[in-house]
């Protein structure tokens, strides 16, 4: 596994974008909408690595209870069920793979309680 993208919870997505673009010299790498929110992803053009900028009115109900004031960190790997089956024989605890956002991912938790994301 390799880290994917961080998600960053944030009040005002454009201003967000705008800033981490045209300040930080980072380019737009991928855009989708989630129930009427625009949910942008930005990093280098060199680097896989990049952060999705998720407003913080579509969490409002935050089934997951995830701490919004902490980034969420997203895993890619490219076989979902060997890296979990891999994490579950370790002794940690993981959800099911599932479809999530148009993708295959599954969670894994922390001893801490912090829940992780896996897409594939």
């Known amino acids: 596994m390799q880290v994917g993208y961080v998600v960053l919870y944030v009040t005002d997505p454009e201003a967000c974008r705008r800033f981490w673009l045209e300040q930080v010299g980072m380019v737009e790498k991928g855009r ?5 929110f625009v949910i942008a992803e930005v990093g280098f053009a060199d680097q896989a690595f990049s952060f999705e900028l998720v407003p ?3 969490m409002k109900d935050n089934p ?17 069920a060997a890296s979990r089956e891999a994490l579950v024989a370790k002794g940690v605890t993981a959800s099911e793979i599932g479809a999530h956002g148009g ?11 912090r829940w992780f994301a896996v897409a594939g």
Do not use: H, V, Y
């Not at 989708?32 to 009427?36: F, L, N, P, Q, V």
């Not at 997951?64 to 979902?80: E, G, M, Q, V, Y």
């Not at 295959?104 to 801490?112: H, P, S, V």
């Open 32 to 36: 989708k909408e989630a129930a009427g």
């Open 103 to 113: 993708m295959q991912t599954f969670a894994f938790c922390d001893n801490e309680g």
């Open 64 to 80: 997951s209870r995830l701490d919004l004031a902490t980034p969420s960190i997203c895993f890619r790997t490219k076989d979902l």
């Open 56 to 58: 913080l009115a579509l």
